[in-house]
């Protein structure tokens, strides 16, 4: 709770911290705010948006409703953003760690996987990787984790690099420490602080390459998404601009609420170092 | 018999293609009980001598012999196990403790890897140490970062008598401390050596805080021993430039006074 309160203390953390709470609170009730499939017709095709209280925001050419589409679509950008962002940086802190604390060979030949994956651009990778497999939301997150997590490895590598010198690693050696307590205890707790701070960009660049991805086509065909819509508006652009619109509004806004937030938690961990 | 028997100790460091010799060839040793301060100006090697000692880098050659047995070959658990009976106070208050620890936690680390008292004991034990360092018991509770740098080289003293150590190393261990405070420190840390026995290896640059606890002083100069005596001799007739040039450093150091009482004026 402290936690929250130090973040929402800023003003960019408190509007992050409100834009990504309300965002949660659609994807968690989506079922309950918008029963029903929102991918199923529901009334006659290309209805403008304020017109019918019944689709406030109008219906696509099939007649499929734009408030239901945009209210289940957060739930998968948000869910895919996420994962995929909890999976980078989980692969990047292990490898990071693991190069920091063995150093020697063992550093020297992840690092250059961690260089082989950086040289890549991520959004290729993902896309070739998502259109060998298929599309679905699993290889989806891990398609984007591929491309994410090198940032946090080489992060955390340095992080872990600098703290093994410290003097209070040196006194747990002295007290009788054993390494892996050390390492758990000692150091991984103090290397943490700026790889969270690093994971709301991954969240954020996540959530648009996943919508890049069902721009594409290459999103999973079941459900909708953000992505999605805007690509199905593209073909009525100059008709109905509002199909691609409001899908697109509802990504920018998710995004810079991701961004609003993690400036609030990177402000937050600094005024707690500060303090110390 | 000697508690610490080092020989022929040497270290080089290379950087940049520079080698440079930390430690050449450094023997001395230590009696149970007794205080060696060891002496020197930036650079002398006196810290890489403590840091090979408590076995946190290693050394290139010679042997230590700790408790009449030899320390550099002890590794894994059983060098962890005989670690608890040489500790450190390291130099840099705010940098040798981590900074999420409490007070409480810092001192039941030691407690519990070396087993001392039973888990249910932990907490008098804990409150007993804080109390013996001149704290009070109620200071357990708190953040390491809500205490000052007087009492944090109090808890940093705590947690190095907590294992029953029978050797401490204190680097420079009072030298980022505020002279007021220096004195205390430097009375709590012979009151200790009294009650418990325990040999000090007192490393500092400071020779007016060395004459004030040491009972032998050995002046180290680029990476070698170059004077090694009781204090009063080393003081009083040092035979060294290096010796000579330290006690020129410390303008306010008068020789006569009673020893340990010196840091009083």
């Keep these: 709770m402290r936690r929250i309160q130090n973040i929402t203390k800023t003003p960019e953390g408190a509007i992050g911290f409100g834009i990504i709470a309300a965002l949660m609170l659609v994807a968690l009730f989506a079922p309950i705010v918008s029963p029903g499939d929102p991918l199923r017709i529901a009334g006659s095709p290309l209805l403008a948006p304020f017109v019918d209280p019944a689709f406030p925001l109008g219906t696509d050419r099939l007649g499929r409703d734009v408030l239901a589409g945009i209210i289940h679509g957060t739930r998968t950008s948000l869910a895919v953003g996420i994962a995929a962002a909890i999976a980078a940086i989980a692969i990047g802190l292990c490898v990071g760690l693991a190069a920091g604390f063995a150093g020697g060979a063992v550093d020297e030949a992840l690092m250059r996987i961690v260089d082989a994956f950086q040289i890549v651009p991520s959004f290729l990778l993902a896309l070739a990787f998502v259109s060998v497999i298929g599309a679905s939301v699993p290889v989806v997150v891990l398609a984007i984790a591929l491309g994410a997590w090198a940032d946090p490895a080489r992060l955390t590598r340095a992080q872990v690099l600098s703290i093994r010198e410290r003097d209070y690693v040196a006194s747990a050696r002295v007290i009788g420490m054993h390494p892996v307590e050390i390492a758990w205890k000692e150091i991984l707790p103090n290397a943490l602080p700026p790889v969270l701070a690093l994971s709301a960009i991954i969240v954020a660049a996540a959530i648009l390459t996943e919508a890049a991805l069902s721009f594409l086509g290459l999103g999973d065909p079941n459900i909708v998404t953000w992505g999605s819509m805007i690509a199905e508006g593209r073909n009525v652009l100059r008709s109905s601009p509002s199909l691609s619109i409001f899908p697109g509004l509802a990504l920018v806004i998710t995004v810079i609420g991701v961004y609003l937030l993690s400036e609030g938690l990177t402000k937050a961990l600094a005024g707690r170092r500060s303090e110390a | 018999m000697m508690l610490l028997d080092i020989a022929d100790l040497s270290r080089r460091f290379s950087s940049g293609g520079r080698d440079v010799a930390a430690l050449s060839d450094v023997s001395l040793t230590l009696a149970p009980g007794e205080t060696l301060g060891l002496a020197g100006a930036s650079g002398s090697g006196k810290s890489t001598l403590a840091r090979i000692l408590l076995r946190l880098i290693p050394a290139d050659g010679g042997t230590i012999h700790f408790e009449g047995k030899d320390w550099l070959t002890l590794s894994g658990a059983e060098l962890r196990r005989r670690r608890a009976k040489m500790q450190m106070v ?101 009151e200790l050596q009294q009650e418990r026995g325990i040999a000090y290896l007192f490393v500092s640059h400071d020779l007016a805080v060395l004459r004030a606890v040491s009972h032998r002083i050995a002046v180290m100069q680029a990476g070698r021993l170059v004077e090694i005596g009781t204090a009063s001799q080393v003081i009083e007739n040092p035979q060294s430039s290096a010796a000579r040039a330290l006690i020129a450093a410390v303008p306010r150091l008068v020789t006569g006074l009673p020893e340990r009482h010196y840091y009083d004026v």
Excluded: C, M, W
């Design chain 2, 90 to 190: 390291f130099q840099d208050i705010l940098g040798a403790f981590n900074p999420r620890a409490t007070v409480a936690s810092v001192l039941d680390d030691p407690l519990r890897i070396h087993e001392i008292v039973p888990k249910a004991e932990r907490p008098g034990e804990i409150a007993a140490l804080l109390e013996r360092v001149g704290l009070p018991a109620s200071y357990a509770t708190r953040s390491i970062r809500e205490v000052s740098g007087g009492q944090r080289q109090r808890i940093a003293i705590a947690r190095a008598i907590a294992t029953r150590p029978s050797l401490i190393v204190l680097d420079e261990a009072v030298s980022a401390l505020d002279v007021s405070i220096r004195g205390k420190i430097l009375e709590l840390l012979v």
